[in-house]
């Protein structure tokens, strides 16, 4: 025989000798063997025969297969036996189930036997000590009998006095039941209509087959609970607060003030302290601080506070303005809103973001002049500033609430969510970009504890309706009315084509996490300064502030967004088609 003939028969009988080994010493065939020996038989009849292989190696093959048939037929069978062993045991548990649930109940009938035996063979002391207890009872119950009978008498009397005034107590009985008719008319009729200004709450299920049924039974059918819906808040320690914002009447959900309604502000007393506001490094806007403090100051009487900085302009410009009040430390700031009534910026969108940020907390109202760039949020002009101020100090004045964010990092050693740093609040937005790192961004948001995505990217924007004309428009987001309440959740040039931009509403907490697999950390900037690194673990968490910035309107809330996005920015400015040309034959 040839060398390959023996290799190959030395092959076959080592595998022969693997299968042979597979069986266990007890005698019984374990499953996992089986698999590997039926396994072993499929590699070795796949493997390609050798040449000049005689018939005895056919053969053995042959065999081979029928004991991989074998095989598998004992797996089988194993695991049938294993299923009704399974199903056996189930029917055990059952029988035994019900078995204790009989043991049970024969033991609670024995008890109330032993307990009906105990109460025959009970004595007559105890009989006499029951009677004993219940006279008492019988006879302050025969006292009360009596007062009730007195009472009863008594209120006859007075109905028999009243029996003058009968007619007029029919006539009620009687309006009480037209009113109950035409409620059920009403009710029939907003089954099959819909409402014009609310939404259905749930549907009065009937049984239409029965007719015959009474008029009384048909009003108990019909008849709604009334209840109330209020936002939810997360916990004692969440940001947001609960308002009632729906009512349920009559099985209509009708909605309350909504927040979106325009807003006057009206002066109960006149006010006395004006915070004034500058750009710097403008001349222009230098000339005009100096005319409108004189004007404050000798025409309404009013008290000024400016900024350290222009105080000393002021003063080089004339020691007349000594009477101008400044504050000395940062520390002083967070009180200015406990002394000053009204807010004046001198400058562009950035004067309003400054001063929005000087108040931690509530906001007096601000009355923007434009004297920059764009001006989104500042609709007065300053040629006519005395005509506007005194239009607004002497009230009433549309006003714009523009929301704010509330921005807390969350570091990754913190031990919970409210273990933070000094939180910031933004007018425009929050970003959160690469910086200076050559990598794509990546981060993991969440919206009220759900995943909403993972960015890849340049970076991540949430705006305030406020800000969707600043960097969100730039990046692809819409431009929103800013007394529409909700976050814009806009992605910087995301590596996806299909990422757009998400508008969520007011009540929601967003949370930006960078993942622990990133290759590298994330920059925070809220509008446009105080930057901070997040490295992996970190978290940014931002949600709607409860104090909002309230901006003067020059006409109303809906013209200065309008005017401002036509004037700054020509929003859909194009050449009218000509008037002739072909035109459409009359029909």
Not at 114 to 125: A, E, P, T, V
Not at 386 to 411: A, E, F, M, W, Y
Not at 529 to 535: G, N, P, T, V
Request: net charge negative; hydrophobic share 35%; aromatic share 8%.
């Amino acid at each position: 025989m040839s060398p390959s003939k023996l290799d190959s028969t030395d092959s076959f009988g080592h595998e022969e000798a693997s299968v042979s080994c597979s069986k266990p010493e007890n005698g019984c065939v374990d499953s996992l063997s089986i698999f590997h020996s039926e396994k072993a038989v499929e590699e070795l009849l796949q493997q390609t025969p050798v040449a000049g292989m005689d018939e005895h190696l056919i053969e053995f093959s042959e065999a081979l297969r029928t004991v991989a048939k074998a095989l598998r037929r004992a797996a089988e069978g194993k695991a049938s036996a294993q299923a009704e062993a399974a199903e056996w045991k189930r029917r055990y548990e059952l029988e035994r189930t019900r078995n204790l649930q009989m043991e049970q109940k024969v033991s609670g009938n024995n008890n109330c036997e032993m307990l009906r035996h105990w109460w025959i063979r009970s004595s007559l002391d105890n009989a006499m000590d029951m009677l004993r207890i219940m006279l008492p009872c019988l006879f302050f119950w025969e006292v009360g009998k009596e007062q009730n009978k007195r009472i009863a008498e008594a209120r006859m009397a007075e109905q028999f006095s009243a029996e003058k005034n009968g007619d007029l107590d029919c006539e009620r009985v009687k309006n009480s039941d037209n009113q109950s008719m035409l409620q059920n008319e009403s009710n029939e009729h907003s089954e099959t209509g819909c409402m014009k200004h609310g939404i259905w709450s749930h549907e009065v299920l009937r049984d239409r087959e029965s007719d015959s049924n009474s008029n009384a039974d048909r009003n108990k059918i019909m008849r709604k609970a009334s209840f109330k819906l209020s936002w939810w808040c997360n916990g004692e320690n969440g940001d947001q607060h609960k308002h009632d914002i729906v009512s349920f009447e009559r099985g209509n959900i009708t909605t309350a003030e909504r927040s979106s309604k325009q807003i006057s502000l009206k002066w109960e007393s006149d006010p006395q302290t004006v915070l004034i506001l500058t750009k710097p490094n403008s001349v222009s806007v230098r000339i005009l601080c100096v005319q409108m403090v004189r004007w404050l100051r000798e025409r309404k009487k009013l008290n000024v506070y400016v900024e350290p900085r222009v105080k000393v302009e002021l003063l080089a410009e004339s020691s007349n303005f000594s009477y101008v009040q400044t504050w000395k430390d940062d520390s002083e700031i967070s009180h200015l809103h406990m002394k000053v009534d009204l807010v004046i910026t001198l400058g562009g969108d950035g004067t309003v973001l400054w001063a929005a940020s000087m108040f931690k907390g509530p906001v007096p109202p601000i009355v923007p002049f434009s004297l920059g760039s764009l001006g989104f949020m500042t609709p007065f002009h300053s040629e006519h500033f005395k005509d506007c101020l005194d239009s607004v100090l002497r009230g009433p004045i549309s006003i714009t609430l523009r929301h704010r964010l509330l921005c807390r990092v969350v570091r990754d050693a913190a031990k919970n969510e409210y273990e933070t740093e000094e939180p910031f609040l933004v007018l425009n937005e929050v970003t959160i970009d690469r910086g200076i790192s050559s990598y794509l961004t990546n981060l993991e948001c969440y919206c009220d504890n759900s995943f909403v995505t993972c960015v890849q990217g340049d970076g991540l924007i949430l705006s305030t309706t406020s800000g969707s004309t600043a960097y969100s428009l730039a990046a692809g987001g819409s431009m929103v009315h800013p007394q529409v309440p909700g976050i814009l959740f806009t992605p910087i040039c995301p590596h996806s084509l299909s990422f757009r931009p998400l508008i969520l509403p007011e009540h929601v907490t967003v949370r930006i996490m960078v993942p622990f697999n990133s290759r590298s950390p994330a920059w925070a900037s809220f509008d446009g300064k105080d930057r901070k690194l997040l490295a992996a673990g970190d978290a940014l968490l931002c949600s709607m502030a409860p104090w909002p910035v309230p901006t003067a309107c020059q006409v109303d809330s809906t013209n200065d967004f309008l005017r401002s996005i036509h004037d700054g920015l020509h929003w859909n400015l194009r050449k009218t088609q000509s008037f002739d040309g072909p035109r459409d034959r009359d029909l």
